[in-house]
């Protein structure tokens, strides 16, 4: 059986992430690997990891908390296009809201997404995330919350 995880982002394996493709259409949706890695570097909060199924890496993620009310967010994840619409997303992203709300002691998490993506909509609403009908007020996105019960 097949196990997907997750590894930090280093040396031995930065330049495949750096390298992960999304399906033509799918730029729009989310920032390249190369702007979250910016990012993440200018801005330590944020933890940036790898998405392995067994040794072969599949995708990108990446997550932070912030502030004293530890407002917590899996701000990207994104799945190489060789290996969209296998379920690999979903599995990805309930096990991604296990690993940071214990990493972080929270039960409560946020993400954001573009309107347009109707996909990444329909995937986190099956999930359990909640649109709170607000928007992000840093980029305008739908935000979407997910309580953990």
């Known amino acids: 059986m097949s196990k997907l995880h997750f590894k930090d982002i280093d040396v031995t394996n930065e330049y495949n992430v750096?390298?992960?493709?999304l399906k033509s259409g799918q730029e729009k949706f989310i920032e390249t690997v190369d702007e979250c890695l910016n990012e993440a570097n200018a801005h330590r909060e944020w933890h940036p990891v790898a998405i392995y199924l067994d040794e072969?890496?599949?995708?990108?993620?990446?997550?932070?908390?912030?502030?004293?009310?530890?407002?917590?967010?899996?701000?990207?994840?994104m799945i190489d296009e060789n290996?969209?619409?296998?379920?690999?997303?979903?599995?990805?992203m309930k096990k991604l809201i296990?690993?940071?709300?214990?990493?972080?002691?929270v039960n409560v998490i946020y993400l954001s997404i573009i309107d347009e993506n109707k996909t990444a909509y329909r995937l986190y609403e099956s999930i359990g995330f909640e649109c709170m009908n607000e928007r992000d007020p840093n980029n305008g996105e739908l935000l979407f919350k997910y309580t953990i019960k």
């Open 56 to 77: 072969e890496m599949i995708g990108f993620a990446m997550y932070g908390s912030f502030g004293p009310n530890k407002e917590t967010w899996i701000d990207r994840i």
């Open 18 to 21: 750096r390298n992960i493709k």
């Open 98 to 105: 296990d690993i940071v709300s214990k990493e972080y002691g």
């Open 83 to 92: 290996y969209q619409g296998k379920g690999y997303g979903k599995t990805a």
